[in-house]
């Protein structure tokens, strides 16, 4: 079982930066993957990033490389998102996620794939 709670968002002007953090329970995190999923209002909650166990490999959306990063450090059990250019049409709720099985060879985009979820945190970008 993994617990993880989202934190670091915020209201940002356009063009700003935020860093969000995704802090996980229980002494296994290193052995997941983990993703970023968003939810804007009215809309699908969508696929943003995911970073590999070992911190190796990474992927992300198109609407957002070259603007974000995720990197981890699983001495702190924690996954960061960090965010930067930010645009209105990025804000929504983020969320990290965590698959079932560890040691994932691999980066699953599908929010079916992922069993563990935080609760979420609000990005809000204006204009």
């Known amino acids: 079982q993994v617990q993880l709670v989202e934190s670091g968002g915020g209201l940002v002007q356009a063009g700003g930066s935020l860093r969000l953090s995704c802090e996980a329970s229980?002494?296994?995190?290193?052995?997941?993957?983990v993703g970023w999923f968003r939810q804007g209002p009215g809309k699908e909650r969508e696929f943003v990033s995911a970073i590999s166990w070992s911190g190796t490999r990474t992927t992300y959306s198109d609407s957002v490389k070259g603007r974000f990063t995720i990197s981890r450090d699983n001495a702190k059990n924690t996954v960061y998102l960090q965010m930067n250019s930010l645009k209105p049409e990025d804000t929504a709720v983020y969320y990290c996620a965590a698959p079932l099985t560890t040691y994932s060879s691999t980066m699953f985009r599908e929010k079916a794939e992922y069993a563990y979820w935080g609760q979420g945190t609000q990005v809000t970008v204006s204009s």
């Open positions: 229980g002494r296994t995190f290193s052995r997941y993957n």
